[in-house]
């Protein structure tokens, strides 16, 4: 059992910047990698930014590439994300997940989830 918490979300105007944070506890040392999607009314849940937790590779949806960053603090258990550049686009709550299997950017791989935060960013 891995236990996510989320914190970080809010409203923000276009352009502006938001970090989003996700403390993991419970059996983590099981985990592989972590995740964050984000899901917006309507939407399927999409994959935003990913990383494989020992080795500390990172990956990003085209549509984040260059405006998010992911990031952990292996001491902590924590995982971040930097969102820069916000656009309307980028309204959705957002979910921390993570995956004792294997690396992948699909939602239907991660068996833990969060409780999910909303971002808002308005024009």
């Known amino acids: 059992q891995v236990q996510l918490v989320e914190s970080g979300g809010g409203l923000v105007q276009v352009g502006g910047s938001l970090r989003l944070s996700c403390a993991a506890s419970g059996r983590a040392f099981s985990t592989v990698s972590m995740g964050w999607f984000r899901q917006a009314p309507g939407k399927e849940r999409s994959f935003v930014a990913g990383?494989?937790?020992?080795?500390?590779?990172?990956y990003y949806g085209d549509s984040v590439k260059g405006r998010f960053t992911i990031s952990r603090d292996n001491a902590k258990n924590t995982l971040y994300l930097q969102m820069n550049s916000l656009k309307p686009d980028d309204t959705a709550v957002y979910y921390c997940?993570?995956?004792?299997?294997?690396?992948?950017?699909?939602?239907?791989?991660?068996?833990?989830w969060g409780q999910g935060t909303q971002v808002t960013v308005s024009s």
């Open positions: 997940a993570a995956s004792p299997i294997r690396w992948s950017t699909a939602p239907g791989e991660y068996l833990y």
């Open positions: 990383l494989t937790w020992v080795g500390g590779n990172t």
